[in-house]
């Protein structure tokens, strides 16, 4: 419990995001985004919404920590779709990086969907999420987010 503490506050984001995922694309677009975490549950529990000024869209996060099988579960929406996605992604930290692994789906071809937290700090994190169509054999990195802890004036 309390892997997600460092989140708690108010983050400026820079996403990279490929344009085309899955087709060998290496266009990537530049967007900023706002994120504000807070938790709950002694630390076995965050919620954050995430703003996108320039997409005119919002996401939000819910994660929950399982105390008896020691792994977060990360449940991820978004205004555009105004559904919680399922299933969720499922890990853990180890040495203070987070792995988080789910069996997915994107455009109707079937995926295995990674996210990474790394490079966590009291002011600095970063996120990446990657597909592999092939086992886990190979990764196609597809959405980089590097917070920066926005200045509590």
């Known amino acids: 419990m309390g892997d997600f503490d460092f989140f708690v506050g108010t983050w400026n984001v820079v996403n990279r995001r490929l344009r085309k995922r899955l087709v060998g694309s290496d266009e990537w677009e530049e967007f900023p985004g706002v994120s504000v975490a807070h938790g709950f549950f002694a630390g076995g529990g965050h919620f954050d919404e ?18 008896a099988r020691q792994e977060w579960s990360i449940y991820w929406m978004s205004s555009d779709v105004g559904v919680l996605g399922q299933p969720p992604m499922v890990g853990r930290f180890v040495d203070g990086v987070g792995h988080f692994y789910a069996d997915d789906q994107h455009e109707g071809r079937p995926v295995r969907c ?10 600095t994190a970063r996120w990446e999420q990657a597909f592999s169509v092939d086992g886990e054999q190979t990764w196609e990195t597809n959405w980089i987010m590097t917070f920066t802890r926005a200045s509590e004036d």
Not at 56 to 64: F, K, L
Not at 114 to 123: C, D, N, Y
């Open 114 to 123: 990674r996210f990474i937290w790394s490079g966590i700090s009291a002011t």
């Open 50 to 67: 995430i703003t996108f000024p320039t997409k005119g869209s919002a996401g939000a996060t819910i994660r929950i920590f399982d105390p």
